[in-house]
């Protein structure tokens, strides 16, 4: 039986697959008639979201993955940066095994791109920020960046980033160059430039009406998104099943 943990990280997969979006309605007792759970459980789950910035409730309407404003965008790529540029300054060594795993995410992020997986790439561009927290040894700031990359996820779709997911890889690439060459500068100079990059792909407009029930089904449908299946050297990744191809056509960002 699901608990109020996992319900909470099928939510935030699911949003870091593209499959949940910004504004859709997440009911109650559909969620717990899915789960097999009480709708306590639920709540407690959507609770816990609320407090990590994911979701939001309205006295009369319900629960809902939040919309943020353009202003509040622009604060989650702030501090989105404050967090990626302090962790990099602030780790005293980095060890090969680091290296290695986040070589080797970049690997999958290649053969998700690839193969055309848009849950996949979509899920491991963004994934690449925890994952580089977990390497460096800090998982607190990787639970941190988790929320905040799901945040700018739902960002994008609703303000449509024009930074593809190529672009994104070879950023992600050029980071890990720099960190395997000892050159601590250059990786800080290039994390700064890819977050300004995505963020400046921003363009106001009008959101679309979500539809309120299609993505809770289909995230509730659809196995846990994977971005894991890479070995352990230091117990980096807590990965899950991968997700299914989706014949979603749009460019995916991080």
Same mark, same amino acid.
Not at 6 to 11: C, D, E, F, L
Not at 132 to 147: K, P, Q, T, V
Not at 178 to 201: C, F, P, S, T, Y
């Given at each position: 039986m699901?608990?109020?943990?996992?319900?909470?990280?099928?939510?935030?997969?699911?949003?870091?697959?593209?499959?949940?979006?910004?504004?859709?309605r997440l009911g109650e007792q559909h969620i717990a008639q899915m789960f097999g759970v009480s709708r306590t459980v639920v709540r407690e789950a959507l609770i816990r979201l609320e407090t990590r910035g994911i979701v939001q409730v309205s006295a009369r309407r319900g629960w809902f993955v939040i919309e943020p404003s353009i202003e509040e965008a622009r604060e989650a790529f702030n501090a989105r940066r404050a967090i990626e540029l302090g962790l990099l300054t602030s780790v005293h060594e980095i060890q090969p095994q680091a290296i290695?795993?986040?070589s080797k995410h970049i690997a999958l992020e290649r053969e998700a791109i690839g193969s055309g997986d848009v849950a996949a790439r979509s899920y491991l561009l963004g994934d690449f920020h925890v994952c580089?927290?977990? +390497? =460096?040894? *800090?998982?607190?700031?990787? &639970?941190?960046? %988790?929320?905040m990359t799901a945040r700018t996820v739902l960002i994008s779709m609703l303000y449509q980033s024009t930074h593809d997911a190529a672009e994104s890889c070879d950023e992600h690439e050029q980071?890990?160059? +720099? =960190?395997? *060459?000892?050159?601590?500068? &250059?990786?800080? %100079?290039?994390?700064?430039?890819?977050?300004?990059?995505?963020?400046?792909?921003l363009t106001v407009r009008e959101a679309p009406e979500p539809d309120p029930l299609q993505g809770l089904r289909d995230m509730l449908h659809a196995p846990p998104a994977s971005a894991r299946n890479t070995p352990k050297p230091t117990a980096l990744y807590r990965r899950q099943d991968r997700p299914q191809s989706q014949p979603v056509k749009r460019k995916s960002k991080s």
């Open positions: 699901q608990d109020a943990a996992s319900i909470g990280q099928h939510v935030i997969d699911a949003v870091l697959t593209g499959r949940l979006k910004a504004g859709t290695e795993a986040l580089m927290a977990e +390497a =460096l040894g *800090n998982r607190l700031l990787s &639970e941190i960046l %988790r929320d980071i890990v160059a +720099a =960190l395997q *060459n000892g050159d601590r500068k &250059e990786a800080i %100079r290039l994390m700064a430039a890819h977050i300004g990059n995505v963020e400046a792909g």
